[in-house]
């Protein structure tokens, strides 16, 4: 049952954080006004909470799964997939630290600084894609070394 159970999660979790990133992106735009950032600021919270689940599942579902760690440390789609994960997650800093500096500042951003975050929120969602192709590579024992 764990087999099954940990995938599942495991790709509930990920489709939340897509979403999550998604309203982060639609959010943040021109003119948005405090209201919306203290929302995206509590979305965003949600964000970092979801990549820690994922993590913590994932690394569950890599050692206790039917393939096991075995083959995944020895994987070259399992290691792109974790570093692509560290990757969106450094790019994820920024917007976040924006979003806590807009609210103390008790300030709408500038468009300037709208645009920033959006490039940095691009960035993640264009390099999210890539996570699903390198999981179907590795699925299908693409990448394996010794």
């Avoid at 600021?41 to 949600?46: A, E, F, H, M, P």
């Avoid at 974790?82 to 008790?106: E, N």
């Amino acid at each position: 049952m764990l087999d099954l159970g940990l995938p599942i999660g495991h790709h509930l979790l990920v489709f939340a954080l897509f979403g999550v990133l998604a309203a982060e992106l639609v959010m943040v735009r021109r003119g948005a006004d405090l209201a919306t950032v203290a929302r995206v600021g509590r979305i965003d919270l949600w964000y970092g909470i979801l990549a820690g689940l994922i993590l913590a599942v994932g690394f569950a579902r890599a050692v206790y799964a039917a393939k096991g760690w075995a083959y995944c440390s020895h994987n070259l789609f399992f290691q792109a997939k974790m570093g692509t994960f560290v990757l969106i997650g450094l790019l994820s800093v920024p917007p976040t630290i924006a979003y806590i500096r807009w609210r103390r500042a008790g300030a709408a951003p500038t468009d300037g600084q709208v645009a920033s975050v959006r490039g940095f929120l691009w960035a993640e969602l264009l390099l999210f894609a890539l996570l699903p192709a390198f999981a179907a590579a590795m699925a299908r024992g693409y990448g394996e070394f010794s």
